[in-house]
């Protein structure tokens, strides 16, 4: 089973307190459900947990300082960890690619890729490496 507290990642008590909420809705639920019913139940956990969250935030994306478009992120918590849920069999590297986008895309330095789709619940933790240089 993976570490979920690991004090070299910044933010590793409030990621393990997210990872927990996670588990406890696969542990519930199970495979096999779309992911907005993920969506709500790890929403339900999180107020459980007392964590300050936005669900579905539209937050723009930017190319060369013109706003192309938006993109919505499952959960934003505490302004600081993106949270991009998914439901799929297995998390693939494309997945990872995308949180990593939107690190970038956000201006976030920490972000958590949750499957709720496979058997045991899949997650990862994403860092912003470019923005952990620029401080």
Request: aromatic share 8%; net charge neutral; charged share 25%.
């Amino acid at each position: 089973m993976k570490e979920i507290v690991n004090n070299a990642y910044k933010h590793s008590d409030l990621t393990a307190k997210i990872i927990g909420c996670a588990m406890k809705v696969h542990s519930a639920l199970g495979n096999g459900f779309q992911e907005v019913i993920y969506q709500r139940c790890l929403a339900i956990e999180m107020e459980k947990q007392v964590l300050t969250f936005t669900r579905e935030l539209e937050m723009s994306i930017y190319y060369e300082s013109i706003n192309v478009g938006t993109r919505r992120v499952d959960f934003l918590v505490l302004d600081k960890i993106m949270v991009e849920l998914k439901a799929i069999t297995k998390l693939e590297d494309v997945h990872l690619a995308q949180a990593l986008n939107y690190l970038e895309a956000y201006k976030l330095e920490t972000g958590l890729l949750i499957n709720f789709g496979s058997k045991s619940l899949e997650f990862k933790r994403v860092t912003n490496e470019y923005k952990l240089s620029k401080q």
